[in-house]
């Protein structure tokens, strides 16, 4: 997968080493060669923390205190980032790793490993081309300021995400749902130029070391080609499809009916209770508990703490103390003179203890789901930095994989035994398990035809066929309509750039199909633990206090990047990537749908 570079001088080096070898033992150019190898990773992985962690301080800054007119902290991110690209992207380790690699027989698994990712690193900053990586980096920390720094406004007045997600989630007044909806996607608009420029920069980046574009360069990271993800993206919705149709059938009646409306073909943007329609789980009541009531009693803080004790209650340690006095956990006030990133990430800024997590935590069933989603990644860096992990390969064994963990855990949190065991909820409330499953589908089900269709074929269509920015907005519209039958509520021209109200789609580009293999694979992890480990009804589980559910975790995660990530599902499950078990999961939903939905018209063709 890695294209070759001709280094003339290795050619000489070389030579030179076959006509010393001569007079050495056999053994010779293997062991000197091994010593190089050492050396050299040894050397990366020295280097590469302390690059890594100024440009990640840096970073955190731009993105926890974007203040009007300072220009300052996106000057020092971005010089940060180009010390640490000029690292990653130099010559002498790209020329160092091709050729080691050429003689990979004689290294073992880790150091391949390693060598692999110096070079994916390097993809991505080749020196070569040193000016456009210069430049992408400038413009990239330019749309993260524009995005996070943006005021977004409703009737003249300030208006913040939360608020926006809180209209969407309760109000029954249409007009007012619209307001909400088109000023979420205000911000798109002022992103359009900078978008476009970023296709050009991030393309021309990884074109310099012999990737197609930057979607084939994000996606190789799984060993794949494009087609070969592409094709496994329309695999996965074209298995949840029946399930996504009726759901999608269901959710039209429902809102008709919940806004005194005709039902229509498609749903409406502004209909929905996600401002990109990307998970619905908020639209159901579950009769039987009222969470977000539960968690509104207990606090934002509150939220943090139980969902750590969560994780250490399956043997995972404490979070470290810096964790609390350094992270960004709840929205910034509001009369606050600085502006914050909104959107929730976990960060692992000197790739060992120092781990953060920036949020806007209120206290509502959302968040709770996306603070036990950071804690994931937080404890999955926990978990890997170990001395027998180097820095280098301190990822997950696929992006995908660092994205299920937090979510499966999030899953488990809303079973019914979990809350009755954590006192959410008494033990005789009659919990509706239908809508408590409906409202799961809803959540992780749409994000199939959302995250492997809509943004996958967008960011697709972007980097791989360079999509003209005058057909940005109609594209991402025809997508969103085929794939999720989701149409605007008004016309929407090429003058807006919905798309990129989407925080990945700048700053997180062309991996969004993370999400959507995270889902069918914790739906995988989740039989496993369900059947084998716990012997529960995957429906009705309680994770809490299992130190074996707790293991088998920590051992999906304890080598980090140093694992072959088909082998070890394979290994670890006795099945590849499917989705089966997300589809078993659902089974009984799909009979009390298709019961519910009787005699409705169905406007999504049958098969895609
Ligand atoms: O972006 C995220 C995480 C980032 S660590 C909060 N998610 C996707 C999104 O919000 O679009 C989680 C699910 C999908
Ligand atoms: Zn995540």
Not at 268 to 277: E, F, R, S
Request: glycine share 6%; with cysteine.
């Amino acid at each position: 997968m890695y294209k070759t570079l001709l280094p003339t001088a290795l050619c000489i080096c070389l030579m030179a080493c076959n006509t010393a070898e001569k007079s050495k033992p056999e053994n010779y150019v293997e062991d000197s060669l091994n010593h190089e190898v050492v050396t050299f990773l040894e050397e990366y992985n020295t280097e590469i923390q302390g690059l890594y962690y100024a440009s990640a301080k840096a970073q955190w800054e731009l993105n926890t205190h974007i203040v009007e007119g300072d220009t300052m902290t996106s000057k020092k991110a971005a010089q940060a980032e180009e010390a640490l690209a000029a690292f990653m992207g130099s010559e002498e380790n790209i020329k160092k790793s091709t050729s080691y690699l050429e003689k990979a027989e004689a290294l073992n698994a880790t150091q391949i490993k390693q060598l692999e990712a110096i070079l994916y690193n390097a993809g991505n900053n080749p020196s070569t081309v040193e000016d456009v990586v210069k430049e992408r980096i400038a413009a990239e920390t330019k749309q993260v300021e524009m995005l996070f720094g943006y005021q977004m406004t409703m009737d003249g007045e300030a208006i913040d995400g939360n608020e926006i997600n809180a209209i969407l989630k309760n109000s029954l007044n249409l007009n007012e749902r619209l307001k909400a909806w088109e000023a979420s996607k205000e911000v798109g608009a002022t992103l359009k130029a900078g978008l476009e420029n970023l296709q050009q920069l991030r393309n021309q980046s990884v074109q310099a070391l012999g990737y197609e574009d930057y979607f084939d360069y994000q996606v190789s990271d799984y060993g794949m080609s494009k087609e070969e993800l592409i094709a496994s993206c329309e695999s996965m919705i074209k298995d949840l499809w029946p399930l996504y149709r009726e759901l999608h059938t269901w959710a039209r009646y429902e809102l008709a009916a919940k806004y005194g409306q005709e039902v229509p073909d498609f749903i409406p943007a502004h209909w929905l209770t996600n401002k990109w329609g990307q998970e619905w789980g908020a639209m159901v009541e579950i009769e039987g508990i009222d969470l977000d009531s539960e968690l509104e009693a207990k606090g934002a803080e509150w939220i943090v703490k139980e969902g750590e004790a969560f994780y250490q209650s399956l043997g995972f340690e404490a979070l470290p103390e810096s964790f609390y006095t350094q992270s960004s956990l709840y929205p910034a006030p509001k009369d606050a003179d600085y502006k914050k990133n909104s959107h929730a990430s976990a960060w692992h800024l000197d790739l060992d203890k120092d781990v953060r997590s920036l949020m806007s935590i209120v206290p509502n069933t959302e968040w709770w789901g996306t603070t036990l989603h950071e804690l994931g990644h937080i404890y999955y860096y926990m978990t890997y930095s170990n001395p027998d992990v180097p820095l280098v390969l301190r990822g997950g064994a696929n992006r995908a994989y660092h994205e299920a963990m937090g979510s499966l855990i999030g899953l488990a949190a809303l079973q019914k035994p979990f809350l009755v065991d954590r006192g959410l909820l008494s033990e005789e409330a009659e919990l509706n398990q239908m809508q408590l499953l409906l409202s799961e589908a809803l959540d992780f089900v749409v994000l199939i035809p959302w995250g492997a269709g809509v943004m996958t074929q967008f960011e697709h269509a972007l980097y791989a066929n360079n999509l003209p920015v005058d057909a940005y907005n109609k594209r991402w519209w025809e997508l969103k309509k085929k794939y999720q039958g989701i149409v605007p509520p008004t016309t929407r021209g090429e003058e807006y750039c919905d798309a990129a109200s989407k925080t990945h789609i700048n700053n997180d580009a062309a991996q969004y199909y993370d999400y959507a293999m995270s889902n069918i694979l914790l739906f995988q992890f989740h039989q496993h633990i369900a059947t084998k480990i716990l012997k529960q009804d995957p429906h009705a589980t309680n994770y809490y206090g299992s130190k074996a559910t707790g293991d088998f975790l920590k051992n999906l995660m304890v080598k980090g990047a140093n694992v072959d990530w088909k082998k070890d599902l394979e290994e670890k499950l006795g099945e590849g990537m499917s989705a089966k078990a997300m589809a078993d999961y659902f089974a009984p939903l799909m009979d009390y749908l298709k019961a519910l939905n009787e005699g409705r018209k169905y406007t999504l063709a049958e098969r895609l």
